[in-house]
């Protein structure tokens, strides 16, 4: 099969060398020709685990190429994917779907044979329906169909969740279009992933429910996280015994500082608008947002509260600024309210992160950036863990205390535990378990 993947961000450059992977002929297209330059050059403009050596292998065997040029792009393409952003609209909170109808009209205007059209970015519920009528309106005679095929993966296990996914979810009434998704996703009907058919509706709600879901139980346990300090409770051990529970499960259920990423924090409120928009209203989800930003600023003052009450010309070192570990991505990551928070309050910021740091640098004004936490935590009046990636997971206590002003640790992803001996002579706090 030939594959347009208009988009290489995220999700359009991992699901496009899959795809080249499986077999079939991709190209990715981009309007960003910086981007495109440096994929043509060999380069990764993302960090992801395994992608610089899948890219590679894909381009040397001819499958996967890289153009700016759509046109290029979509000689003799059996299917078109639109993976491009749907960020939050400014304002209002609504998903914002300048870039997919802007790619839609652009696509429209070059369809030749019949061509599915694929919208792998996440959009609200009757996109679809809009994205077939533009092209209706621009191309009326056209032969096509439009199927959402919404997509899972998550950064820094990207390529992993790609190949091995729970699922794959095709929305579309159409049978030649589900004969083309058929054939794109056959290498996962020999490994037996469910594919599962259903109408696109079905399919783009599908996407939303999820990323809602999700978000919820990191919600709810984060809340249990409070009401564990308060009664003496460890969330930890909470999280485990309902998680045992096959019901439940024991995915999604770590207490910390509340969720980010370029995914759940847009996601909960496009659909909290969309059911608005249908006077559904939705409730958890609304409290689940609302819950979560209150966090970040909560995770600050636990800072604070770890310094005595005020950090007014405190040096903080901060360990980890992605959203997560395994990832450079910055869009929404807790660390950003956690740092502007603690600077208005006075506090004097020096950070770390291992893959990071070039996209924190657009975002904070008047950070110290440092190689590793042992330089970050110099002088530092406290040290806090927002990130958890494996860098600090061992860390030399011995070595942090011996170059920090005071031996304050606040552990915002419960990395360490409470009673650790090696903490005894810092002041440790974590989340849900308890301050030592
Ligand atoms: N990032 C994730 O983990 C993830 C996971 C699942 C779903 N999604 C969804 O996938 C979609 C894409 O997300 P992303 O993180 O990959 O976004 P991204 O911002 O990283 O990438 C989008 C790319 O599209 C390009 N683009 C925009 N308009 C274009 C056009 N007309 N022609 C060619 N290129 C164009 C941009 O230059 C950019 O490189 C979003 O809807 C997102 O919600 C993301």
Known sequence: MRITMVGTGYVGLVSGVCFADFGHDVVCVDKDAKKVETLKAGGIPIFEPGLEDLVRKNVKSGRLNFTTDLAEAMEGADAVFIAVGTPMRRGDGFADLTYVYAATKEIAALIKGYTVVVTKSTVPVGTGDRVEEIIREVNPSAKFDVVSNPEFLREGAAIND???PDRVVVGTDSAPAKAVMRELYRPLFINET????TSRRTSELTKYAANAFLAMKITF????????????????????GIGLDKRIGSKFLHAGPGYGGSCFPKDTLAIIHTAEEYDVPLRLISTTADVNEAR????ASKVVAACGGSVDGKTIAVLGLAFKPNTDDMRDSPSIAIIETLQAQGAIIRATDPEAVHEAKEIFKDVTYCEDAYTCAKNADALVIVTEWDQFRALD?????????????VDLRNVYQPDDPRLAEFKYDSVGRGAN
């Open 162 to 164: 790609f190949k091995r």
């Open 194 to 197: 469910p594919i599962m058919f």
């Open 221 to 240: 346990i984060n809340e249990m996280a409070d009401l564990c300090e308060a009664v003496g409770a460890n969330v930890q051990e909470v999280a485990r």
């Open 296 to 299: 970040k600023t909560s995770m």
């Open 397 to 409: 206590f011995a070595r942090l205390k011996s170059v920090m002003q005071t031996p304050v640790m």
